[in-house]
Structure formats: C-alpha cells, structure tokens
C-alpha cells in the first residue's frame, strides 16, 4: 500500500489524499455494511464512480441462462444480485457551483473508516474559484443493531464569508439506468472478459410501485421484474443551522429530491442528517414494506440519532472484545488484520436467514451468490467467536435442503446436492464443470456444521435441523460413489467417486479426486455417527428424524463402511497424494516460467489448455492436508506440500491462506509469513486486480484461520481442542480469543509460553504438542514451549522434481504453452529447459 495516501492506523483505515484512478478499489475497502445492507463507499457527490452501489443481501433478479448447447440437467435460472436505489448523494453547490473532487482545488482531504465505531468519516476543505473557503464533513453507518437502518451526515461551513448553499440530497434508482442528472449512467469502468464479475441484464429490473414525499420524508417501492422480490425504502431528512433556508421537493419513480438552499452566514455550520430505511420481501406487497421503513425511522427519531451512533460504538465494543486478534509489534499487520475481521461483521452479522455472498454486501462481484467460501473459510470464525451468526449461516443450507433434493433427484442420486453457486436455493452455475461437478459442497457444509457443533455442543440445533444435512449430504455420497473389487489373490473392495471436481478449477471433472474422497469420507462419518448418537441420547428426537426423513436401519452401517473403503490416492514412487487418479499423468506448467501478463491463467489460456496440465488454481490436496490434519502423517503434510506448492498459482483468493498454514505446519515459516501478507492485502492492496468489484470474504475469513490455526497451532480434529504453536521469528506475541462449549479462552502467544485463560462456567480441556491440560473459570495455564516447531529455508521449487518418476518409469517435465511460429496455433507447448528431463 501507498503509506503516503494510506497510513498505519491499528484501528482506522484512513485515506490522505484524492484519487480517481482506484475509485474503484477504494469504494471497495471503505464500504460500510452489516450483513444485511451494504453501502459502498461512494463519494456525497455522487459522481465519477467505478460503481454507485448499494447491495441488500439476497434481492435479486432471476433471468434464463442461455447455453449454446442445451443439455438435460443444465441449470436453467440464473440469479443475480440487484443495485438497490443508492441514498448516498447529498451533492454540495456554493455560489451555484457544485464541487467535484476530480478538478476541485482541494486544500484539506482526510477520509477515514473507523473500526471501532463503525463510521466512514470524510474532511474536505475546499476552496471555491471565488476564494471561498467551505468545510465539509460528512459521515455514514449502516447499522449492525437496527438491521433495516444507514444513517448519513452532512455538515457544511462557509469558513471566510457569506455565501448560498445549496445541498441536493438525493436517492436514486441506478440499476435502470438514473444518475444525478437523469438519463444513462456512465460506462463500466473495466472491459474485456472476466468471469468474476455480475451477470448484466439489459431489461428493466425494478417495476415501480408506490413512491411519494411527505415533507422531509420520501418513499420508493418497487417489484422486481423476474424474481417478484419487492423493495421499499423511505428516507427522511433533518436539517440543522442557524442559518436561513428553505426546502424544495421531487418525486419521481426512479428519483427522490430533497433540495435545501441555504443563506450561509461566514463559520455558521449546516448540519442535515438523512436517515434511511430498507425493506425487502419475496413476495409482501411494497405498501406493507412502505409501512415497516417508516416504523424504523420513527423509532430511531423518537430514540434520537445520536443514540444509533452511541449503540453502533457499544456493539463493536462487544465484538472486537470477542473477536479481536493482536499482532505484537506490527501496527500494520494489525491495521490489515482488524480490517479483515470487521469485513467479517459487516458480511454476517444481519445476514440473519440469508447466507454470506462471497463479495459480502460491498460489490456486485460473483452477482451476490453464495459459495463453498462460507462453509469452509468463513464459519470457523463465526463458530468461534460469534457462534449464533455461524447457526444463522447453516440454517440457510438447511432452508435450501427441498431446492438440493430437486437437484439430487435431477442429477440421479439419492439425498441432497446443494447448488455451487446460487442466492434462491436453486443452482446457477452455467459451466457445470467448475460448478455442479464440485460436488464436495455437500462435504463441506456437513463439515462446517460438525466443526460448530463441536465448538459449541449445540446438540439441540444439531438434532432439531442439523441432522437433516448430515443425512441427506451422507445419501449423496452413498449413491454417487460406487464399489470396486481389486485383483489378487486377497480381495479388497474399495469405494470410489468419479467425474467430480476438487477446489482446484484448474483441474475438472476427474475420478477420484483426493479432496472430495477425503471429505465424503468425513461426511459419511460424521452422519452415521449423529443418527447412533441420536438414537442413543435423544430417542424421540430420533423417531421424529427418521420419520421425517424416512431413515433406514442399516443406512448408518452402509456410509460406515462406505467411508472406511474410501479410495485414498497415493503414488509410492513420488512418495506423495495425487490431487486424482490422473493428475500424475500431465505435463507440469513451468510456471516459474510463465510471463506475469500471462497471469491469472483463466483469462489468458482457454480452459481446455489448463486442463492438460499439472498446476492449480488454489490449493486442494494441501487443503484436505489441513482440514482433515489429523489423517495424514507429518511426513506425508511436507511432501505434498512440497509437490504441490510449486504448482499453485494462486489465482485464486482462496489459496494463500491455506498455503499459508501448511507452510507453517510443516516449517516453511518464512513462506508462510510470505503467504499470509498476500492473503492479509488482497483486497487494500488489491493484488488481484479485482478488489473494485467487492471485498473477498472467504480470504478475510482464511486470514483469521492464517493466525489462529496457522501460526496459533489450533486444530479441533476428533472435537478435541490442541496446540503446536509457529509464532513467526520477527513477532514478538500472538493473542486471540476463542469460545468453546460456552467457555471464553484468551490465548497469549509468545516464543516462550503459551498461556491461555479462561471464563466461564464449563472447564476445558486441550493439549499443547500432545500433553493435556484443563483450565477452568477464572484460572490461568502456562505452558513453556521449546522453540516453534520445524524450520526450514526458502521455498519448494519445481527443479527438486528434476529426478523424480511416475509409476511408469516416466520422468516429469515441464513447459508453457506458447506459439512458435507466425501464424496464431492456440495450445502448442514448447518446453522450457528447467534442469528437468525431457
């Protein structure tokens, strides 16, 4: 990042100076949300904008997915997240001349996101071509206590003379095409292809419904056109001076006005305060969501707003005293650590019933939908530090369970199979090969519901809702996979799971791929293990599950053994777990060797070309090495770790984090402090070139497991709490708070000592490198550690493979596919001379 215009602040993002050319990027990082509604930090002036976005989770269009070649099973609908009318202009004119940051002589410029209160704060000092000096501060929350509530501030001075002033403040329905002066708005900022981005609909999308002004207060409603979804908002507005003004009105269906012209007296501030409320519905009338905005802004007028300001302080005061994670010694790390967390809060916090998009509520990017991200990258947080927000997020699988049975049913297997990608339940992934082939979803998600369960022993939800993912998900894998019977002279039935897809999107649609094995095997597990707990400890609750769902006696026994003879790969001459039954088989891609304008791959090589060759995207047997730990070996962890690595591209958000925590784990130490700034700035210092489009959450999420799990030591395999630690050499502590079975634990890490204590009333168990200990409410362990585990130099490199063989005998090579002649022949390779054999 740029120190200059961005400086170190442990507990404020804070923006120096102006500049257009990142608008995109800082609209990003400076938007405020709260799970539910989501303000992206556009300028009061309303103009030169990336993206005038304002974001409610879950309001979306629905609109035909159109395949060049239609096939049964395709999905048919997509989704796509919907620009909610945007409140935030409030435009400023003295003397008639309204100020444009772009061409404005701007004397004082301080913008700042507070993360301890909430607040985007915005200083300008402007100084007018008539010499007229104006002060103009304004401020904005979404609030994270009233769900339905952002509050925007305005306040103007006239610092050197009298002058009229003019605040046009506006709420605008951009995603049919109104701006600040009526018509279209201006053309996207970023051409070319890029699969990240929204899906775009041409058609009008927000139908109209009842809009009127009353006063200060204005009304908009709508339907939208395809979902039926309907919308309203209201917003009302409260001036404060002693100044002479008066107000003037616009209502329009796209457009709300709410003009106020000033007679400013020389340092006689101007103070308007607009408050405004969002409902959304599937399907309630707009009237009736009219009725439930104007009860908010009620409310919070009779409470006064000064009050919503004082709330949104005490509960972030709450959640960074359950949630926070210290760096010692590392202001910036801190500054980018605490930033990351609250991108978390304002993710899931009022996502309530809905899931957690993977742009959260700050951008229109992957169109709003939800993904494997929360499951596995975000949850852990959730589940602890925050446990009910991780219930609200797994409710969501389980309301979605009718639309993953329809979808089960259509691909010809039995239980549930949840959508890829999707906002309504239904899936909305068009390339089935990177999306409904990534069947470890269902894994996934029975996973992240064991690892809360585990956390928190909420065994009432577990046997309530919970169970019916494990059941269906465990249905799935049973008849997806099948059996097969080896040659030889002793019999051995292995189970096997073909024609999926791993994380890894480099690499798709592929027999036995050794994530998903390796979770299904934990999927099958875990349910055959709830349903006998049930049966044991919860009888009723179990006759009621197995009515419901129609469980059979013997369906337990069968995932058990299903998961026992799970096909594990491993290849004995490279001593190490093949990503799937094939992956061995391709050329390496030297990508030690690869032009960096050639990167990200998916935008540069057609997928057919990637396909051919050994290198991923993100990380996938590294992450089940991490995610199921404790069935792999330590020798096992560093040679996968050291095939693999080389391979990543990490063009995925996804990937450092995990990286980072293997690396750790296995002693690349500095690596893994390499990995874990790339994962902490993704998004500030948008490394990858997409930050503009919203923030990435899951990395936000990993970046928390980075610390905790990676450098921390955490791990909870077996739902048994254990250590071993890997501080890294330049910090000087670590401290981080977790909640298990109700019990807070504060946990200090320094090169000498673990210590960690605890409040509540249950006592805790857990283990520090293999030795147990207890600690109860209101005591303190500490626990001396000799040293940090294993330390090796620099980074694996693709020359250590130079003599290494296939089972065949074959030696690996690697190359870039390149063209090497005039005329244009897409995927030829040339190999590269990497001191491997060719």
């Known amino acids: 990042m740029d120190r200059d ?42 103009r030169h904008s990336y993206e005038d976005g304002t974001f409610i989770n879950g309001f979306h269009e629905t609109f035909p997915i159109r395949h060049a070649e239609q096939a049964y099973g395709f999905a048919e609908v997509g989704q796509t997240i919907v620009n909610a009318p945007d409140p935030k202009v409030m435009r400023v004119y003295v003397d008639d001349e309204p100020i444009s940051l772009d061409v404005a002589d701007v004397r004082e410029y301080e ?44 306040q103007v001075t006239v610092l050197n003379a009298d002058a009229p002033v003019t605040v046009s403040c506006q709420v605008i329905n951009r995603q049919d095409g109104e701006n600040v002066y009526g018509g279209t708005p201006n053309a996207s900022k970023q051409k070319g292809f890029d699969p990240r981005k929204a899906d775009k609909i041409h058609e009008r999308i927000l139908q109209p419904q009842e809009f009127w002004q009353d006063e200060e207060r204005s009304a908009l409603s709508y339907c939208v056109t395809e979902s039926g979804m309907t919308l309203a908002l209201v917003a009302d507005h409260v001036i404060e001076t002693q100044n002479e003004y008066s107000a003037r009105r616009l209502i329009e269906p796209d457009i709300a006005k709410n003009v106020f012209r000033v007679q400013a007296k020389a340092g006689v501030p101007i103070r308007i305060t607009k408050l405004v409320s969002y409902h959304t519905s599937r399907g309630v009338p707009a009237r009736e969501l009219v009725d439930r905005c104007r009860r908010t802004i009620d409310r919070v007028l009779a409470e006064g707003v000064d ?43 009022r996502a309530d019933g809905q899931g957690v998009p993977a742009k959260g509520v700050t951008g229109s990017g992957y169109s709003g939908h939800y993904f494997w991200d929360t499951e596995i990258y975000v949850l852990p947080f959730l589940a602890y530090t925050t446990p009910l927000w991780a219930r609200n997020a797994l409710r969501m699988r389980y309301l979605m369970l009718p639309a993953a049975r329809r979808r089960a049913y259509q691909l010809n297997e039995a239980g549930a199979l949840f959508p890829w990608r999707t906002i309504n339940g239904e899936e909305a992934s068009a390339y089935y090969a990177a999306g409904t082939a990534q069947y470890h979803i269902n894994a996934d998600v029975s996973f992240a519901l064991a690892k809360y369960v585990r956390a928190t022993d909420d065994v009432e939800f577990l046997y309530r809702e919970g169970v019916d993912i494990a059941v269906e998900t465990a249905r799935l894998w049973a008849t997806l996979g099948f059996w097969r019977q080896s040659d030889g002279d002793v019999e051995i ?11 890894d999107e480099y690499t798709t649609v592929v027999n036995d791929n050794l994530f998903t094995n390796v979770m299904a095997r934990f999927n099958l597990r875990f349910a055959a293990r709830t349903v006998r707990d049930m049966a044991q400890d919860a009888p009723e609750a179990y006759r009621l599950m197995a009515d419901r769902l129609g469980l059979e006696e013997d369906e337990a026994d069968g995932w058990d053994r299903a998961a026992e003879a799970m096909h594990i790969p491993f290849s004995p001459a490279l001593g190490i777990h093949p990503q799937d039954h094939v992956f061995l088989e391709r050329e390496i891609w030297d990508l030690e060797n690869t032009p960096p304008d050639k990167r990200p791959l998916l935008l540069h090589f057609h997928p057919l070309v990637i396909y051919r060759y050994q290198v991923l995207k993100q990380a996938d047997v590294v992450l089940a090495l991490f995610l199921q730990g404790n069935h792999f070996s330590a020798e096992d962890k560093l040679a996968d770790f050291e095939y693999y690595d080389p391979l990543t591209t990490g063009d995925s958000t996804l990937s450092a984090v995990v990286q980072a925590i293997l690396a750790a784990e296995v002693g690349y130490q500095d690596l893994a402090l390499d990995y874990f700034r790339q994962s902490i700035f993704v998004d500030l210092a948008d490394l990858h070139h997409n930050a503009s489009d919203g923030v990435h959450v899951a990395s936000a999420g990993g970046v928390w497991t980075a610390l905790v799990c990676g450098f921390g030591g955490m791990r909870d395999h077996f739902g048994e709490l254990s250590f071993d630690p890997r501080l890294p050499a330049a910090w000087p502590s670590l401290e981080f708070v977790l909640h298990w079975h109700g019990t807070r634990l504060d946990v200090t890490l ?3 000592s673990l210590s960690i204590r605890a409040t509540g009333e249950t006592p805790v168990g857990f283990s520090v490198r293999g030795i147990g200990y207890v600690v109860g409410d209101g005591d303190e362990v500490i626990v001396p550690l000799a040293g940090q585990g294993p330390v090796i130099a620099g980074r694996p490199s693709l020359g250590e493979l130079s003599e290494a063989r296939r089972e065949d005998g074959s030696i690996l090579s690697a190359s870039v596919p390149t063209v090497t002649s005039t005329i244009p022949v897409i995927g030829m390779a040339t190999d590269v001379d990497l001191g491997l054999d060719a």
């Open 307 to 349: 009050s919503v300001f004082s709330a949104q302080r005490a509960w972030l005061d709450r959640f960074w005293e359950r949630s926070d994670v210290r760096i010692g010694g590392h202001d910036d790390l801190q500054q980018a650590t605490r930033w990351c967390l609250f991108q978390l809060a304002q993710a899931a916090a």
């Open 5 to 46: 215009r961005f400086p170190v602040d442990p507990w404020r993002l804070v923006e120096r100076s102006y500049s257009g050319e990142d608008a995109g990027v800082t609209e990003t990082i400076f938007a405020v949300g709260n799970g539910y509604l989501g303000l992206r930090g556009n300028h009061v002036e309303g």
């Open 493 to 503: 039935e292995s189970f096997h799971i073909h024609g999926v897809t791993g994380p």
């Open 750 to 752: 320094t090169r000498e």
């Open 111 to 154: 913008r700042s996101l507070d993360m301890r209160d909430g607040v985007l704060r915005r200083r300008v000092v402007w100084m007018t071509p008539s010499g007229k000096e104006v002060l103009i501060e304004d401020e904005r929350l979404v609030s994270f206590d009233e769900k339905h509530l952002a509050v925007l501030r305005l």
